[in-house]
C-alpha cells in the first residue's frame, strides 16, 4: 500500500542526479519495509508501521501521488516514446506517449515488461574481472590510458554493438573512428537483418530505409512481414491500419489486408486473405505477383517493363496471385506491399518494384537515410573472422549477448578466447559476461540518461526515474572512456552531445521542452528521391531458385522473450504465445498436414540436424501453418545466470548456420522416441467455437447485406425482476473484435496495473494462470481471416451469475455497475467461478505473490491489494483508477470527463480497439460504440446482461476470391 | 381425623401379562394411586392407568414457529434491511432463496423443544431415585415387570394389597415411606 | 450390584450440565464483545515517538493549525507528515537547544527521516483518501479526536468498518462546515442533523456504502 | 409367508444379554480393525494438516474446475447419510416393524457419515479460518452473509441434519443405556452407562412421553431428510452451468442419496450379523427388504438419468445438448460416465432376484457396485460439467492429487472406524424395541 511507503525520492526524477539522492542500500530496506505488509492481513493485526517523511520535501512531490515522466525505451536499435508512472520515486507502469511516432500513446508487451525487467532480482549488481568482482575505478584504470597512448591508431581495437541509432551514440562512435582510424566498430543484432537495406541498395543504388504510411493504404499485401507483431514501428502500422476498418456502419470504406506468411502471426490472425506459404517460396510469389503486375500495368496502359519474358515459375499458376495482383492494380497509388525484413534481398526487391509498378511511392511508401548507425565494418561474421585470424587485440562489447545469440555457424564464443581483452557490459551476467575478462552492469533505460530515434528517425530523450540500483554504467559512458572522458556522467554526456544540436540560443528552452513531451519535434528523417534500375530487376527475377516443397526451418523472433534479452521476465515468460498459447517454453511450429508425415503430435520431441549441428526440441502443431515449413523462435535454452530463463525452452541459436540466414532448406527432421511427450504449457487447449455466439464475425458484404445480423446476441427478453444501479456514472466497455489483432500488450499492462501474480509452469499446466485479460483465439475455415482473436476479461454483467452465489456478499454489484470482487471478504468457496460462463474469474491456489523478491515488491502498483491465498480475483475495470478520478472530479465539484478514466487494458492498446466510458453520457465514446448495429454480447441468451460488449470483426475478402 | 404419611409399595412381576391383571385388581379395588416400571412400553399403558395425553406436539409446533421465524428474521434483516447490497441485480426481498433456512431452522427448534418437553416432563436426567436402591430394581430394565401403588398407611389396606400382589404371582414385594 | 449413584450425584450432574450449557451459550457473546475493547481497536494506547513531540502543547498553547505540519490533507491521499525542515521553521529560533530536539537537528545534518511511528493504523486492503473526506467536511477531530488533549497521540476512535459505515450511512450526523475542519471541540451552531443535510447539499456529499468504495 | 422379523423369541434376559455381549466382551479381530481404520483415519489427519498448511493448492481443482474431489465426497457421504434417517423415521411412521432391529445401526451410519460430510465445505474453503462468516452474527465490520447462495442454505441444512439425526438416536438409545446401566459388570462401566441413560426408570409415564417425543422426532426428520439433499442438490441446480442448471435435481440428488444409503447399510450390516451371530436378529427378511428398496431408488435414479438426457435435447439449448448429449458420453470422463451407468443401472436389476437379495454374498457385492456408481455419479455431474462449459477457451480437465485421494480413503477410515467405537461401545440393537417386537410376535403365536 502507498500509505506504508517510505515517503522518499531518488532525486534523479527530473533535475539529473542531485545531491537529494539516498543511497540504494537505503532505497532498498525502506523501499522494502513499506511493502512488506503488502499483502492482505488476516485476523491478526500488523505491527506498528514506520513512517518515514522527507527531512526537506522536493518542490512538486505530493506522496501518494503519482508523478509520469516521458522518457525513451529504445529496442532493436529504435527507440519508443513512454510516458511511466512513479510512486516516491518507484517506477510502476509503463504507458505509451501519445506524441511519439513509435507509440501514439500504446505500449507493446516488451514496454510493459520493462518495468519489471528494472526490478529483476538477477541483474548483474556489480563489476566483475576474471570471475573476481572488481570496481569501476580498476576498470577505467584498464581503459583510460588507451586514449593516451601516443601514435596508437586503434590496431586491433574492436567495438561490438547493438544496432543504435542513438545521436548521442552516434556521435561518440564517429569521434572514436576520428581518434582510432584502424579500429573498427561492428554492429549486431540477431534480428538485425541487413538483408532490406542491402537489396534496396542493388535497386536503387543507395543506402535507403523504406518508409511505410497504412493511412491512406486501401489495399496491403505482407510478404512473410509481421507487420504489426515484430517489424519496428509495428504499433504505429497497426494504428494507422485499424484505422482503415473503424466501422461504423457497413456503408464505410474499408481496407484489406493479404497476408502471406508461413508461421500465423499477429499480422495473419486479423488479415481478410491469410495465405499460408512456406517462407522460402515467398520470393517466387513476389516475383509472380510483380509480372502480374507489370502485365496489368500495362494493359490498362500504364508504363511498366515487360517481365513476362523469362519462365513463369509454378505458382503463377495459382489463381489467387492474379486477383492479388488485380486488386493491387485496381487500388493503385492507394495500396502497399510489405516485405518481410528477414526476407532475402530479392524479396525486397520485388515489393519494392511493385511499390514502384504501383505508384505508390510518395503516398504509402517512401524512402529516408537509414536511421541506424552505419559503418563498412561488415557484421558479426567479419569480426568472427578477424578474431579467429587473431587479429583482434582487445574488444569491447557494448550490450547484446553475442556469445549467445551469434550463429552457431560462426562459433563466436570460441573465437572470443583469441582475442587479448575483452570486454562486456549488459543487465546481466549472461553467457556473454561469463566469457568476456571484463564485466560492467549496464544501466536499464529506465535509470539512466540516454536518447533514441523512432524507425521514422524522430528523436527523443531517455531519462531517468530512478537512481541506479546497482553499480551500473551506460555504454556511452565507457566509450567516453576511450575519449578521455572518464568521469562523465551519462547526463553529462547527453547534455554536452544535445547543447551543441540545439540552436545554443534557447538550448534550454528546447531540452526541458524535449524532456517534457518525450520528443525532440521535427527530427524525423527527410524522404529521399530515389531511381530504380529495372536492370537489376529483370537480372534478380531471371536467376530465382526453384519452388521445393522439402521442409524447411524459419528462424524467427519469439513474440515474448525478442531475442532473448527479455528471456528472464517472468511476465513474458507466462504470457501465451499470441498465436500458439504456449508459455514457458519454444517449440518447433508445424502444420498439421506435415505433423502427419513426420507421424508426430505436439509434445513429440523433434530432432532437427544441420550441418553436424543438432538440436532436439517439442513439436506443437498449429493449424493454419503452411505445410513443409517448421516455425523455430530464438531467445530459449539460456545457461547464463538469469535464474527464471535459464532452461526454459530450447536454444535454437545452436541450429543457427549464419547471421541473416533466416529460412533454411535442408535440414533433416527425425521423430525422437521417448516414454513421456514433453508437457507444453498452453493456455487454451480447444480452438474451434463449435458454433457458439461467443466471438461473432461477418464478411462486409454480409454486413451489408443484413446490418443488423447480430441483433440475436444483442437484443435480450425484459427480466421479471431487477436491481438497476442508481449512481451518475454508469461504467461500460467496448471491445471491436475487427481491429484487436490479439498482440497481447493488455494482458501483460493488465498484469503490471493490478499485481497480478506469476504462477510458473506447473500451475499453468494445471490451468491455474491469474491472467485478468486473457486473449481466446479461435480458428475458423469458414469466413475470410483464418482466426479471430477475442480480448476476454470481466464483463461486469447488471446481473451477474457469480454475485448471487456467494455466500459471504464477497463479490456484489456496485451503484456505478461494477462487479465488485472484495478480496478481504473472500473465504475462497469458489461458487462464483462455477457460475461464471466467461471464466474470468481467478483463484489465489497458493500464496502466489510471496515468492516475489525485494526489489520486485517495488514494481506493486500501490493503489490495488496485494491478494493473499484463499481468494477469488478477477478483473475491476481498474477501480482504482475510477476512485482516483471521481475523487478528484469531487473535489471539483463536477462530472467526471469522458476519457478521465482509462483502463490499463485500453491504455496499451496499439490499435484502440478498446473503449471504456460511462454509458449514461450518451455523447461519450464508449456510448456511441453501443450505438453501432455489429455490436453484441457474449452468450447473450443467459441474459447476464454484460457491461462488456463486443464489435463483431468485420472482415473485407476479396469477392473474386470467393467466386473461385 | 389426623392425615397420616402414606406408604408406597413395589412388587416385581415375571411377566408383563402378570403385571397387568395385578393393575387391573388394584384399579377395581380403587387404588389409583400407580405407576409401572417396565423393560419396554407395555401395550395399552395409558387405557390401564388412564393417563391423559401430554402436550409435547403443541410444544413443539410453538418451537417449530419461533425457529422459522427466526430462520426468516435472521435472512431479512441482514441481506434486506441492514445492509442492502445489489447483488446479481436481484431484488433485496428475494423471498424464495430464504425458504430453505426458514424451514431447516424451524425444524431445528422443533426438534430441541420435542427432547426438553419429554426431558423435563419425565423430571429427567434424575440420576438418584428412591426406587434404585431397593432389591433387584435393575431388573426392571431388563426382564422384571414393576408397580408401585401407593397407599393410605393403614396396615389393614397395605396388608392386604401385598396378600393379593402376591396372589397374583408378585414375585418380590417391597414397602417404603415416600419420603414427602 | 448397589444403586447407580447416591443422593447427591443427582445434584451435582444436574449442576454440571447447567454449568456446561451456559459456557456453550456465552463464549461466543464474550469473543462478540471482546473484539469490540481497545485491546483489539487498539484504541487509547499512546504512542511514544522518536521525538517527544506534544500535540496538546503545540495545538493547544501554541494554537498552531493542524494543517501547518499536516498540509497535504486537503489536496492528497494522505495528511502528509512534516518534513524535518518544518520543525526548524519555528525551533531554528525558540528552543535550538532544547535536549528534546536532538533528534530533529540529527535527522535534518545527516539527511535521515525522523521515524515516526503510525498511530493510525488501517489495514493494507483499506484505502482512505484525506483529501475528499476532509473537502467533503469531515473534521480532523471526526476520525483522530481531541488531538489538542494528547501528549501522545493515541487512537481515540475504534477505526472499525462498523464505525466507519455509520458516517458512510449518515454523513449529515458527522459534517462540519470546511472553516471549521481543524477546530478541536466544536459545537454545532444549530441542529447537526440539520446543519449535516444543508452541507450535504452545499458540498455535494453522497452517501457511499458500495465496497470499492474502500476497498479495491 | 415372508419370513419373520424375528427368528426365535428368547426370553427377556438372553435378548439383552445377546445384544450387549460386544459391550462387555473383547475381540481381537475387532482391535486389528480398529488399528487399520486407526492409520486411516492418520492419514486423513495429515490430508488435512497438509491442506490447511500449504493451502488448497495442493488439491488437483483448477479454473474451470473449481469444484472436485470436496464436493464430491461432501454429496456422496451426506447421501448415504440419507438412509439411515429414512430407515429409523419414515419406517418408524408408516410401522414397518422389521426396522427395529437395524435402525439403530442405520442412524449411527447417518451420523457418522454426516460428520465426514461436514468436513468437506470446510476443507475446501480458500479461508477455512473465515467459515463463520457464514454465520449471521453482528460483526464490527456491519458485513453479513448472503443469503440468495445455496451456501447458507447448506450450512443450516447440514447443521439441522446432524443435529437432529443426534438427538433422535441418543433419545432411542436412553432405554437401552439404562439396561446397560444395569447390567454393567463392572462399577465402572455402571456409571459411565448411567451418566448416559439420565436416570432412566422406564415407568409408564416415561415410556408414554418418549414415544411421543420419539414419534414428534421421526415426523420432523422425515420432510428434513428430504430437504436436505435437495438443499444440497440446489448447490448445483440455482447455477446456470450446463449439467447443473436443471429443475429435476432436487427429486433426483433424494432419490441418489438413499440409493447409495441403503448399498451402505447392506454393506454394514451384512458382515455385523455375520460376525456378532445377530442372523437370528437380522434376518434375511431385512436384507430383502432393503434390497427392493434399493431396486426401487435404482429405478428412480434410471428415471432422472433418462429426463436429464431428455430435458438437453428438447430444450434445445446446444450448451445443455452439448454437455449431456456429447461431453458425458464421448468427453474426457467417457470411460467413468458409462461405469457409472452399469454401476446404477444395470447392476441393480439383479435385485429382481429373491436369491439375489438374500443372499448375503451376492446382496453385497451388488452394493458395492452401487457404492462406487453413485460416488461415479457425483464426479460426473461435478467434474464433467464444470470441465466444459460455454466458451471452449476455458475448457481444461481435472487430476486428483495424492492429497484429495488421502482425504477420500481417510474419511471411509475415520467413518469405518466411528462404526466400530459405535458397537463396541453402544448397544447396536434396540433392545427395548426388538423385546417388544419379540413379545409381541409371540403374544401373536399365542393367538394364531
Redesign the interface.
Known amino acids: 500500500m502507498s500509505r506504508n511507503l517510505p515517503v522518499l525520492d531518488t532525486g534523479a526524477a527530473n533535475e539529473g542526479l542531485t545531491a537529494e539522492e539516498i543511497t540504494r542500500r537505503q532505497f532498498l530496506q525502506l523501499a522494502a519495509t513499506g511493502l512488506a505488509v503488502g499483502a492482505l492481513a488476516g485476523c491478526v493485526e500488523p505491527p506498528r508501521e514506520r513512517i518515514l517523511p522527507y527531512t526537506v520535501q522536493p518542490i512538486g512531490v505530493h506522496p501518494g501521488k503519482p508523478r509520469y515522466y516521458a522518457t525513451t525505451m529504445p529496442l532493436g536499435g529504435y527507440g519508443t516514446g513512454l510516458l511511466v508512472e512513479s510512486h516516491e520515486g518507484r517506477p510502476t507502469k509503463v504507458e505509451g506517449n501519445p506524441q511519439h511516432p513509435a507509440s501514439l500513446g500504446a505500449a507493446g508487451v516488451y514496454e510493459q515488461a520493462s518495468v519489471l525487467q528494472l526490478y529483476d532480482p538477477f541483474r548483474a549488481k556489480s563489476l566483475r574481472y576474471r570471475n573476481a568482482p572488481s570496481t569501476w575505478n580498476a576498470f577505467v584504470r584498464e581503459f583510460a590510458p588507451t586514449p593516451q597512448r601516443a601514435g596508437y591508431r586503434g590496431a586491433g581495437l574492436r567495438f561490438l554493438l547493438q544496432p543504435t541509432a542513438s545521436p548521442l551514440t552516434s556521435a561518440l562512435l564517429d569521434r572514436i573512428r576520428d581518434r582510432y582510424p584502424e579500429a573498427r566498430i561492428h554492429s549486431y543484432a540477431p534480428l538485425g537483418s541487413t538483408t532490406g537495406t542491402s537489396g534496396l541498395l542493388r535497386l536503387f543504388g543507395t543506402r535507403v530505409q523504406p518508409q511505410y504510411d497504412l493511412r491512406n493504404a486501401r489495399v496491403v499485401v505482407t510478404l512473410d512481414a509481421d507487420l504489426f507483431g515484430a517489424m519496428p514501428f509495428a504499433m504505429r502500422y497497426a494504428r494507422q491500419f485499424a484505422d482503415g476498418r473503424r466501422l461504423a456502419n457497413p456503408q464505410a470504406p474499408m481496407n484489406r489486408l493479404y497476408a502471406i506468411e508461413s508461421a500465423l502471426s499477429d499480422t495473419g490472425s486479423i488479415a481478410d486473405h491469410r495465405i499460408a506459404v512456406r517462407s522460402a517460396d515467398v520470393a517466387i510469389i513476389a516475383a509472380t505477383l510483380l509480372r502480374f503486375i507489370a502485365a496489368e500495368s500495362r494493359t490498362r496502359g500504364i508504363t511498366a517493363p515487360d517481365l513476362s519474358a523469362d519462365q513463369q515459375a509454378q505458382h503463377s499458376a495459382d489463381e489467387r496471385w492474379r486477383m492479388i495482383a488485380r486488386d493491387l492494380v485496381a487500388n493503385a497509388r492507394q495500396s502497399v506491399v510489405i516485405p518481410g525484413e528477414q526476407q532475402p534481398a530479392a524479396v525486397h526487391v520485388f515489393a519494392h518494384a511493385i511499390n514502384l509498378l504501383l505508384g505508390n511511392i510518395g503516398r504509402t511508401v517512401w524512402y529516408t537515410e537509414p536511421v541506424l548507425y552505419t559503418t563498412d565494418a561488415g557484421g558479426i561474421d567479419a569480426l568472427t573472422r578477424e578474431m579467429k585470424a587473431g587479429e583482434v587485440d582487445s574488444l569491447i562489447i557494448l550490450g547484446g549477448n553475442p556469445a549467445y545469440d551469434t550463429p552457431a555457424g560462426l562459433n563466436f564464443r570460441a573465437a572470443l578466447r583469441s582475442v587479448r581483452l575483452t570486454a562486456y557490459t549488459g543487465l546481466y551476467e549472461n553467457e556473454t559476461a561469463s566469457a568476456c575478462h571484463w564485466f560492467v552492469p549496464s544501466l536499464h533505460y529506465l535509470e539512466s540518461w540516454g536518447d533514441a530515434r523512432a524507425y521514422d528517425g524522430t528523436a527523443s530523450l531517455t531519462q531517468p526515474l530512478i537512481s541506479p540500483l546497482y553499480d551500473g554504467r551506460t555504454a556511452d559512458q565507457i566509450l567516453a572512456l576511450f575519449l578521455g572522458q572518464t568521469d562523465y556522467s551519462a547526463w553529462d554526456l547527453l547534455r554536452e552531445s544535445w547543447r551543441t544540436r540545439f540552436t545554443a540560443a534557447d538550448s534550454d528552452l528546447i531540452w526541458a521542452d524535449s524532456l517534457r513531451r518525450g520528443v525532440i519535434v521535427n527530427t524525423a528523417a527527410a524522404p529521399l528521391p530515389v531511381t530504380p534500375d529495372w536492370s537489376v530487376v529483370t537480372q534478380t527475377l531471371a536467376n530465382m531458385p526453384q519452388a521445393s516443397d522439402q521442409i524447411e526451418l524459419v528462424f524467427r523472433q519469439d513474440p515474448k522473450v525478442y531475442d532473448g534479452s527479455f528471456a528472464n521476465s517472468p511476465w513474458l515468460q507466462e504470457l501465451p504465445d499470441p498465436v500458439t498459447k504456449l508459455t514457458w517454453d519454444n517449440a518447433a511450429l508445424l502444420s498439421p498436414r506435415t505433423a502427419e508425415s513426420l507421424h508426430i503430435e505436439s509434445g513429440d520431441l523433434l530432432q532437427f540436424r544441420l550441418q553436424n549441428r543438432t538440436i532436439t526440441i517439442p513439436a506443437l502443431i498449429s493449424p493454419l501453418h503452411a505445410d513443409n515449413s517448421v516455425a523455430l523462435s530464438f531467445g530459449y535454452g539460456r545457461r547464463g545466470t538469469e535464474a527464471i530463463a535459464r532452461d526454459v525452452g530450447v536454444d535454437v541459436y545452436a541450429l543457427w548456420p549464419g547471421a541473416d540466414q533466416y529460412v533454411i532448406s535442408g535440414a533433416d527432421v527425425s521423430r525422437v522416441e521417448s516414454k513421456n511427450a514433453h508437457r507444453l504449457a498452453t493456455t487454451q487447449d480447444h480452438w474451434q467455437i463449435s458454433g457458439r455466439p461467443v466471438a461473432v464475425q461477418q464478411t462486409l458484404n454480409g454486413w451489408r447485406a443484413d446490418p443488423d445480423f447480430t441483433r440475436e446476441e444483442r437484443e435480450h427478453a425484459e427480466a421479471l425482476y431487477e436491481l438497476l444501479p442508481t449512481a451518475e456514472e454508469q461504467w461500460a466497455m467496448t471491445i471491436d473484435l475487427g481491429i484487436c489483432t490479439g498482440c497481447s500488450a493488455c494482458v501483460v499492462a493488465c498484469q503490471a496495473e493490478n499485481n497480478v501474480p506469476v504462477v510458473g509452469k506447473a500451475e499453468v499446466l494445471n490451468s491455474r494462470e491469474m491472467h485478468w485479460l486473457r486473449i481466446d483465439r479461435y480458428y475458423n475455415a469458414e469466413a475470410g481471416s483464418g482466426t479471430i482473436t477475442q480480448p476476454m476479461l470481466c464483463q461486469h454483467c447488471e446481473k451477474a451469475p457469480c454475485e448471487y452465489v456467494c455466500p459471504v456478499n464477497a463479490t456484489v454489484h456496485s451503484d456505478d455497475g461494477l462487479n465488485e470482487m472484495v478480496y478481504n471478504r473472500c473465504v475462497g468457496t469458489r461458487f462464483c467461478s462455477n457460475n461464471c460462463p466467461y471464466k474470468v474469474r481467478r483463484f489465489n491456489w497458493y500464496n502466489y505473490t510471496m515468492g516475489w523478491s525485494e526489489t520486485e515488491q517495488l514494481q506493486f502498483n500501490p493503489d490495488v491489494t496485494v491478494r493473499a491465498r484463499g481468494v477469488m480475483e478477477k478483473c475491476t475495470y481498474c477501480v482504482q483508477r475510477i476512485r482516483e478520478a471521481e475523487i478528484q472530479a469531487r473535489l471539483e465539484n463536477r462530472r467526471i470527463r469522458d476519457g478521465e478514466v482509462v483502463t490499463a487494458c485500453q491504455q496499451a492498446c496499439p490499435t484502440r480497439a478498446i473503449v471504456f466510458g460511462s454509458i449514461t453520457d450518451p455523447e461519450s465514446q464508449v456510448s456511441r460504440t453501443r450505438e453501432q448495429s455489429r455490436l453484441y454480447s457474449v452468450l447473450n441468451e443467459l441474459g447476464t446482461r454484460p457491461r462488456t460488449r463486443y464489435l463483431a470483426r468485420i472482415s473485407n475478402p476479396n469477392p473474386a476470391f470467393e467466386s473461385s | 381425623m389426623t392425615r397420616l404419611s402414606p406408604r408406597v409399595i413395589a412388587a416385581a412381576f415375571p411377566s408383563?401379562t402378570t403385571l397387568v391383571h395385578a393393575v387391573q385388581w388394584l384399579r377395581n379395588n380403587g387404588y389409583d394411586q400407580l405407576?409401572?416400571?417396565?423393560?419396554?412400553?407395555?401395550p395399552h399403558?395409558?387405557e390401564?392407568?388412564t393417563?391423559k395425553?401430554?402436550r409435547?406436539?403443541l410444544v413443539?409446533l410453538v418451537a417449530?414457529l419461533a425457529g422459522a421465524a427466526t430462520?426468516f428474521l435472521?435472512?431479512w434483516?441482514?441481506?434486506a434491511w441492514?445492509?442492502p447490497?445489489?447483488?446479481?441485480?436481484?431484488?433485496?426481498l428475494?423471498l424464495p432463496?430464504?425458504v430453505?433456512?426458514t424451514?431447516?431452522?424451524g425444524?431445528?427448534f422443533?426438534?430441541?423443544a420435542?427432547?426438553f418437553?419429554?426431558?423435563i416432563?419425565?423430571g429427567?436426567?434424575?440420576?438418584?431415585?428412591p426406587?434404585?436402591?431397593l432389591e433387584g430394581?435393575?431388573?426392571?430394565?431388563?426382564?422384571e415387570y414393576w408397580l408401585t401403588v401407593t397407599t393410605p398407611d393403614s396396615d389393614v389396606d397395605s396388608a392386604r394389597i401385598e396378600h393379593e400382589l402376591v396372589a397374583l404371582g408378585a414375585s418380590r414385594i417391597t414397602a417404603l415411606q415416600e419420603s414427602a | 450390584m448397589p444403586a447407580p449413584f447416591p443422593k447427591w450425584a443427582d445434584s451435582l450432574f444436574r449442576v454440571l450440565l447447567a454449568v456446561g450449557l451456559i459456557t456453550v451459550a456465552a463464549v461466543p457473546l464474550f469473543l462478540m464483545a471482546w473484539v469490540r475493547t481497545p485491546q483489539i481497536t487498539g484504541q487509547f494506547d499512546p504512542v511514544r515517538q522518536p521525538v517527544e513531540f506534544d500535540h496538546r502543547h503545540h495545538v493547544d498553547d501554541d494554537g498552531i493549525d493542524c494543517l501547518y505540519c499536516h498540509e497535504q490533507a486537503e489536496r492528497t491521499p494522505y495528511a502528509g507528515i512534516p518534513p524535518t525542515e518544518r520543525c526548524l521553521n519555528c525551533h531554528s529560533q525558540i528552543w535550538r537547544n532544547s535536549p528534546l530536539l536532538e533528534p530533529v537537528w540529527q535527522s535534518y545534518f545527516s539527511n535521515a527521516p525522523i521515524p515516526w511511528v503510525r498511530v493510525h493504523q488501517l489495514p493494507d486492503f483499506v484505502f482512505f483518501n484525506h483529501a475528499i473526506h476532509v473537502n467533503k467536511g469531515v473534521g480532523c477531530e471526526s476520525c483522530h479526536g481531541r488531538v489538542d488533549q494528547m501528549a501522545r497521540v493515541y487512537q481515540q476512535m475504534p477505526l472499525t468498518m462498523g464505525w466507519c459505515l455509520e458516517c458512510h450511512r449518515n454523513p449529515e450526523r458527522f459534517l462540519r462546515p470546511r472553516e471549521a475542519m481543524t477546530v478541536m471541540g466544536w459545537q454545532p451552531p444549530e441542529p447537526q442533523e440539520q446543519l449535516g443535510r444543508e452541507l450535504m447539499q452545499q458540498y455535494g456529499v453522497q452517501r457511499l456504502t458500495n465496497c470499492t468504495t474502500c476497498h479495491r | 409367508m415372508p419370513s419373520p422379523e424375528l427368528l426365535v423369541t428368547p426370553g427377556d434376559e438372553e435378548l439383552s444379554d445377546l445384544l450387549l455381549a460386544p459391550l462387555w466382551s473383547k475381540s481381537r479381530i475387532w482391535l486389528l480393525l480398529f488399528a487399520l481404520t486407526g492409520a486411516g483415519t492418520l492419514l486423513l489427519l495429515f490430508a488435512m494438516t497438509w491442506t490447511f498448511s500449504t493451502g488448497i493448492g495442493s488439491w488437483g481443482n483448477n479454473i474451470p474446475n473449481a469444484w472436485a474431489f470436496g464436493i464430491i465426497n461432501f454429496v456422496w457421504w451426506i447421501g448415504i447419510g440419507h438412509a439411515g434417517t429414512f430407515i429409523s423415521a419414515f419406517l418408524l411412521l408408516l410401522q414397518q416393524p422389521w426396522r427395529a432391529s437395524i435402525n439403530r445401526v442405520a442412524e449411527a451410519m447417518t451420523l457418522f457419515a454426516v460428520l465426514n460430510a461436514a468436513l468437506f465445505p470446510l476443507l475446501h474453503l480458500g479461508r477455512p479460518w473465515f467459515a463463520y462468516w457464514l454465520i449471521p452474527y453482528p460483526a464490527t465490520m456491519q458485513v453479513w452473509p448472503q443469503f440468495r447462495s445455496a451456501l447458507p442454505w447448506d450450512f443450516a441444512a447440514i447443521l439441522t441434519y446432524g443435529t437432529v439425526s443426534l438427538l433422535f438416536w441418543y433419545v432411542g438409545l436412553i432405554p437401552d443405556l439404562a439396561t446397560a446401566r444395569d447390567r454393567a459388570p463392572t462399577r465402572g462401566k455402571q456409571i459411565v452407562y448411567g451418566i448416559f441413560a439420565l436416570g432412566w426408570r422406564g415407568s409408564a409415564r416415561d415410556w408414554q412421553r418418549h414415544g411421543i417425543a420419539y414419534g414428534l422426532l421421526a415426523g420432523l426428520a422425515t420432510p428434513l431428510v428430504i430437504s436436505v439433499h435437495s438443499i444440497v442438490s440446489m448447490d448445483f441446480a440455482i447455477t446456470q452451468l450446463p449439467g447443473w442448471h436443471s429443475t429435476i435435481f432436487p427429486p433426483y440428488f433424494v432419490a441418489g442419496a438413499l440409493y447409495s444409503g441403503f448399498a451402505m447399510v447392506i454393506m454394514l450390516t451384512i458382515p455385523l450379523r455375520r460376525v456378532f451371530r445377530l442372523e437370528t436378529i437380522i434376518t434375511e427378511r431385512h436384507l430383502d427388504s432393503i434390497g427392493k428398496l434399493a431396486l426401487a431408488m435404482g429405478w428412480a435414479v434410471i428415471y432422472a438419468y433418462v429426463i436429464e438426457a431428455f430435458i438437453a435435447w428438447y430444450s434445445g439449448n446446444i450448451y445443455e445438448r452439448y454437455a449431456l448429449l456429447i461431453g458425458r458420453p464421448l468427453g474426457p470422463y467417457a470411460l467413468l460416465y458409462w461405469i457409472m451407468l452399469s454401476c446404477n443401472c444395470a447392476a441393480p436389476q439383479l435385485l429382481w432376484l429373491r436369491r439375489v437379495r438374500t443372499s448375503p454374498l451376492l446382496l453385497f457385492g451388488v452394493a458395492a457396485l452401487i457404492q462406487i456408481g453413485m460416488w461415479l455419479e457425483r464426479f460426473i455431474i461435478i467434474v464433467s460439467s464444470l470441465s466444459r462449459d460455454f466458451l471452449p477457451s476455458s475448457w481444461h480437465s481435472y487430476r486428483p492429487t495424492w492429497v484429495d485421494l488421502s482425504l477420500l480413503a481417510g474419511t471411509i477410515s475415520l467413518f469405518l472406524l466411528l462404526f466400530l467405537l459405535f458397537l463396541r461401545f453402544v448397544p447396536a440393537i434396540p433392545i427395548s424395541e426388538v423385546k417388544h417386537l419379540s413379545h409381541e410376535t409371540s403374544r401373536d403365536e399365542a393367538f394364531a
Open positions: 408383563d405407576e409401572l416400571y417396565t423393560p419396554y412400553p407395555i399403558a395409558e390401564l392407568l393417563l395425553r401430554p409435547i406436539p413443539v417449530g430462520g435472521a435472512q434483516y441482514p441481506n441492514n445492509y447490497i445489489n447483488v446479481g441485480g436481484r431484488p433485496l428475494s432463496a430464504w430453505p433456512i424451514f431447516e431452522l425444524v431445528l422443533g426438534a430441541f420435542a427432547v418437553a419429554f426431558l416432563g419425565s429427567l436426567p434424575r440420576l438418584w431415585h426406587l434404585f436402591e430394581f435393575g431388573h426392571v430394565s431388563t426382564d
